[in-house]
Nanobody, 123 residues
């Protein structure tokens, strides 16, 4: 009964900001690498960000680097995605995911996934 629940999505104008949250339950949160992914209609799922168990390491694709920041609060079992300078092409359903392991994971085969939260950026 692992659950990942995203929140914070909504409608925002281009250039604006949103902060997404994902609260995890049913797992030892600090032992999981966490990630954010997104999927637009008709498109494949896209990697957005990931963060190590302690929060000391992060990774982003070029499409969001410099605009998005992933962080985590292990005391609250929560991972965040701060999204600034949003563009219409950022419009998608955003999912958080958890990956168990002691090594840094660079793939997309995460163990658990949330239900997603819609982000819509208008021009």
């Amino acid at each position: 009964q692992v659950h990942l629940v995203e929140s914070g999505g909504g409608l925002v104008q281009a250039g604006g900001s949103l902060r997404l949250s994902c609260v995890a339950s049913g797992l030892t949160f600090s032992t999981y690498q966490m990630g954010w992914f997104r999927q637009a209609p008709g498109k494949e799922r896209e990697f957005v960000a990931t963060i190590s168990r302690s929060g000391s390491s992060t990774s982003y694709p070029d499409s969001v680097k410099g605009r998005f920041t992933i962080s985590r609060d292990n005391a609250k079992n929560t991972v965040f995605l701060q999204m600034n300078s949003l563009k219409p092409e950022d419009t998608a359903v955003y999912y958080c995911a958890a990956k168990y392991g002691i090594i840094w994971y660079r793939g997309e085969n995460y163990d658990y996934w949330g239900q997603g939260t819609q982000v819509t950026v208008s021009s």
